[in-house]
């Protein structure tokens, strides 16, 4: 029953913004045409001027592309797919909650979730690869030792934002010793020891 309203909440949400597409996404899609016909990572010919706003995403699209994929439904499509391991992801991080299905629940039913799954950019890759990277680090606090998380960050960071502002932005969310949920999870192993 659960895990059937996240569905239901989340294709809601698809439905209602299935017409939202951002702007800023066909700028990506040039730099991915380009990128394919061989002539790199340019808008036009001749400009080096970077555009794109990830560079992570404008790989991914690529592949797809060179197959003869349409770039709108390859960048929704990866989209969908990457909310959906979100909500999964999410979904683990309430695990030892009460009202498990709660998250994804407000998660899947939340309006921006569904607005920029469908808006064409890379978002559900940054809420994916973020989600993942603090599984990852709490994981590792738990047991006390790991590196996966250290990886996850480096991938994330250095192959998924192109721009220093965007890492300054970063930092704030990134696992670290002061954020709460890691304090928590520092709390509950010191106190079964």
Same mark, same amino acid.
């Given at each position: 029953?659960?895990?059937?309203?996240?569905?239901?909440?989340?294709?809601?949400?698809?439905?209602?913004?299935?017409?939202?597409?951002? #702007? #800023?996404?066909?700028?990506?899609?040039?730099?991915?045409?380009?990128?394919?016909?061989?002539?790199? @990572?340019?808008?036009?010919? =001749? !400009?080096?001027?970077? =555009?794109?706003?990830?560079?992570?995403?404008?790989?991914?699209?690529? *592949? *797809?592309?060179?197959?003869?994929? #349409?770039?709108?439904?390859?960048?929704?499509?990866?989209?969908?797919?990457?909310?959906?391991?979100? @909500?999964?992801?999410?979904?683990?991080?309430?695990?030892?909650?009460?009202?498990?299905? @709660?998250? *994804?629940?407000?998660?899947?039913?939340?309006?921006?979730?569904?607005?920029?799954?469908?808006?064409?950019?890379?978002?559900?890759?940054?809420?994916?690869?973020?989600?993942?990277?603090?599984?990852?680090?709490?994981? !590792?606090? !738990?047991?006390?030792?790991?590196?996966?998380?250290?990886?996850?960050?480096?991938?994330?960071?250095?192959?998924?934002?192109?721009?220093?502002? #965007? @890492?300054?932005?970063?930092?704030?969310?990134?696992?670290?010793?002061?954020? *709460?949920?890691?304090?928590?999870?520092?709390?509950?192993?010191?106190?079964?020891?």
């Amino acid at each position: 029953m659960g895990w059937a309203l996240v569905i239901a909440l989340f294709a809601s949400q698809l439905w209602i913004f299935r017409t939202f597409f951002v #702007d #800023d996404a066909f700028i990506t899609f040039r730099y991915v045409q380009q990128f394919v016909a061989g002539n790199g @990572l340019v808008y036009n010919i =001749g !400009e080096r001027v970077e =555009g794109y706003s990830n560079f992570l995403w404008v790989m991914l699209l690529s *592949p *797809p592309y060179a197959l003869g994929a #349409d770039l709108v439904m390859t960048a929704r499509v990866l989209s969908i797919m990457l909310s959906v391991g979100t @909500l999964i992801l999410v979904s683990y991080l309430a695990r030892r909650s009460s009202y498990l299905i @709660l998250a *994804p629940i407000m998660l899947a039913a939340a309006g921006p979730f569904g607005a920029w799954t469908m808006g064409g950019l890379e978002t559900s890759l940054f809420a994916f690869l973020l989600t993942a990277s603090t599984i990852a680090f709490i994981r !590792e606090e !738990e047991r006390g030792y790991g590196w996966t998380s250290g990886l996850l960050f480096v991938w994330f960071a250095g192959s998924g934002s192109t721009r220093r502002r #965007d @890492l300054l932005r970063l930092s704030r969310y990134v696992p670290c010793p002061a954020n *709460p949920i890691v304090r928590s999870v520092r709390v509950r192993r010191n106190q079964r020891a």
